[in-house]
């Protein structure tokens, strides 16, 4: 039992990683309709900037805020000079663009920092906090708050403010939002902005746990894929939920069931992909359109 | 004192498709102009250029500033409100979140909520509900509504009337006298309907394929002979 229980918090805790990278997959899904397989690229570069801060002797919390600040700037500019001129194009080519963006900013990565594996330090201490006779680790409570966190602040920009219900106008229909004033262009740059700043979190949070090199979100991105696609593509709490649901069942399967074990991990995101699309297309919280003629 | 909006030798269209020939008009401080013309005539065409959804050749002057190729957003800063042809209004917003986002181009002022559920009480019924639920009579109002949220110096409005029942019709009209009358609103509005529009409108231009082919006060163009056989059918 004690093993189960566990388990499961510690799928929880994994899945709040996947939450905050599905996050931002959606956020900018939402805004401009485009899936950016380069989000965890975008993330592991982020955390190198981070690693870059630590390094040069900056405390570990602010370097996390400018790795944040310096990612919101680098989302904005990114969909301003890359994606702009294509947008409202072919899926085809939106797609293309950013799997070159994925392959621009991998290769980058390695032109400055090079592939060796380099320690991150975690935010969170060591040990474990009793919780009704159940040791959870501090960075598990850790990873959990942050993404609710993460999901509260969107939450009251978005629903709470005139700029996130400019931005969901704009993300709805760009040409009746310019009509009520709302400069889109704007909008959408902000949106891969708190993007970025989704991915580059999942990033600083995941890099403690394995090893920072290029390729650092490569297995997450599948992850968050899979929870995006469970919880629907245009819903950020789908995608929180999503990235939970993963999370434990990537756990249950690693731990419980034999052929599966630490090696066939992966066919747990992929399976539940193949399973979404087949059933239920939209995800668990995906919107299909309500419009009416 | 120049006019409030002013276009002057439009030409406009959409690629190399040239809708609009040389189209001049002038609409006056709280004046009320019609657009008539068949379908196809470049009535639409006139409202996206003066709103700036497509780049015209020639010159328009909104309150004495050159927003010739201006971006739309802008344009709406100066206290123009748009409401296009299909209305616009954002499906999965609520009622009351399609209103406030009529008001964000405002500067003085939150939105006033309260002053468009007088003037559509339909719409205080549904304000939580979302718009893509309404029924079409009841969207126009949303549409309407949402551009009033801007207190706007000039509305632009396109077939406010398509599509819905008679009486709908009439209090639309009902409402848009009223704020006329109220808040010395300038409109600019195409309508098929021209005997409703001419009832209600101080000067009418009549368009034919881009170009403006008889322009006057409401009751000139009505009394028009070739305009009554062609246009108004009687």
């Given at each position: 039992m004690e093993r189960f229980v566990e388990t499961l918090i510690d799928g929880i805790a994994t899945g709040s990683i996947y939450g905050a990278l599905a996050l931002a997959l959606v956020l900018i899904y939402r805004s401009t309709g485009i899936v950016n397989f380069a989000q965890g690229e975008l993330a592991m570069f982020s955390t190198f900037i981070a690693w870059g801060l630590v390094e040069a002797g900056i405390p570990l919390g602010l370097a996390i805020l400018l790795t944040?600040?310096?990612?919101?700037?680098?989302?904005?500019?990114?969909?301003?000079?890359?994606?702009?001129?294509?947008?409202?194009?072919?899926?085809?080519?939106?797609?293309?663009?950013?799997?070159?963006?994925?392959?621009?900013?991998?290769?980058?990565?390695?032109?400055?920092?090079?592939?060796?594996?380099?320690?991150?330090?975690?935010?969170?201490?060591?040990?474990?906090?009793?919780?009704?006779?159940?040791?959870?680790?501090?960075?598990?409570?850790?990873?959990v708050a942050v993404l609710l966190g993460v999901v509260g602040v969107l939450w009251l920009v978005f629903q709470h403010t005139t700029l996130g219900l400019a931005m969901r106008a704009a993300a709805v229909d760009p040409a009746a939002s310019r009509l009520v004033g709302i400069p889109v262009g704007r909008m959408l740059m902000l949106g891969w902005g708190f993007a970025a700043v989704c991915g580059a979190l999942a990033g600083v949070l995941v890099a403690p746990r394995l090893f920072l090199d290029p390729n650092l979100m490569g297995p997450v991105i599948i992850y968050s894929f899979a929870a995006a696609t469970l919880g629907g593509f245009d819903s950020p709490f789908g995608a929180v939920l999503g990235g939970w649901i993963i999370g434990v069942a990537e756990a249950l399967a690693g731990g419980y069931v034999d052929f599966i074990g630490q090696d066939l991990k992966i066919l747990v995101p992929l399976g539940v992909i193949l399973a979404v699309l087949l059933i239920r297309p939209q995800g668990l919280f995906g919107s299909p359109e309500v419009a009416r003629a | 004192?120049?006019?409030?909006?002013?276009?002057?030798?439009?030409?406009?269209?959409?690629?190399?498709?040239?809708?609009?020939?040389?189209?001049?008009?002038?609409?006056?401080?709280?004046?009320?102009?019609?657009?008539?013309?068949?379908?196809?005539?470049?009535?639409?065409?006139?409202?996206?250029?003066?709103?700036?959804?497509?780049?015209?050749?020639?010159?328009?002057?909104?309150?004495?500033?050159?927003?010739?190729?201006?971006?739309?957003?802008?344009?709406?800063?100066?206290?123009?409100?748009?409401?296009?042809?299909?209305?616009?209004?954002?499906?999965?917003?609520?009622?009351?979140?399609?209103?406030?986002?009529?008001?964000?181009?405002?500067?003085?002022?939150?939105?006033?909520?309260?002053?468009?559920?007088?003037?559509?009480?339909?719409?205080?019924?549904?304000?939580?509900?979302?718009?893509?639920?309404?029924?079409?009579?009841?969207?126009?109002?949303?549409?309407?509504?949402?551009?009033?949220?801007?207190?706007?110096?000039?509305?632009?409005?396109?077939?406010?009337?398509?599509?819905?029942?008679?009486?709908?019709?009439?209090?639309?009209?009902?409402?848009?006298?009223?704020?006329?009358?109220?808040?010395?609103?300038?409109?600019?509005?195409?309508?098929?309907?021209?005997?409703?529009?001419?009832?209600?409108?101080?000067?009418?231009?009549?368009?034919?394929?881009?170009?403006?082919?008889?322009?006057?006060?409401?009751?000139e163009v009505s009394a028009d002979e070739s305009m009554r056989k062609a246009y108004l059918g009687y």
């Open positions: 944040l600040a310096v990612s919101l700037v680098g989302g904005m500019v990114i969909e301003r000079v890359l994606i702009r001129p294509v947008e409202g194009g072919q899926e085809l080519t939106l797609v293309t663009v950013t799997l070159g963006l994925f392959i621009l900013v991998n290769g980058l990565a390695r032109w400055i920092w090079g592939s060796t594996n380099r320690g991150f330090p975690s935010l969170f201490p060591d040990g474990s906090a009793n919780l009704v006779g159940i040791g959870v680790a501090w960075e598990s409570l850790g990873l | 004192m120049s006019a409030l909006l002013e276009v002057e030798g439009v030409h406009a269209g959409y690629g190399p498709v040239n809708v609009l020939e040389d189209i001049s008009l002038e609409v006056g401080e709280g004046q009320t102009v019609a657009l008539l013309g068949a379908n196809g005539a470049g009535k639409t065409t006139t409202l996206r250029a003066i709103s700036g959804m497509l780049k015209p050749r020639g010159r328009i002057r909104i309150a004495g500033h050159d927003v010739t190729g201006r971006a739309t957003e802008r344009i709406v800063k100066l206290g123009v409100a748009h409401v296009p042809e299909g209305r616009g209004t954002f499906a999965p917003l609520t009622v009351e979140e399609n209103l406030r986002l009529g008001a964000y181009a405002r500067r003085n002022g939150g939105p006033d909520l309260e002053r468009a559920f007088t003037l559509f009480p339909r719409l205080g019924e549904r304000r939580h509900q979302r718009a893509g639920t309404l029924s079409g009579g009841e969207q126009q109002m949303l549409a309407i509504a949402r551009a009033l949220m801007l207190q706007p110096r000039l509305m632009l409005l396109d077939e406010p009337s398509l599509g819905l029942a008679p009486n709908l019709t009439r209090e639309l009209f009902k409402v848009l006298r009223q704020v006329k009358e109220d808040e010395g609103t300038a409109m600019l509005v195409v309508e098929q309907n021209a005997n409703l529009v001419l009832e209600f409108a101080d000067a009418a231009h009549v368009l034919e394929t881009g170009r403006i082919v008889l322009s006057g006060t409401a009751d």
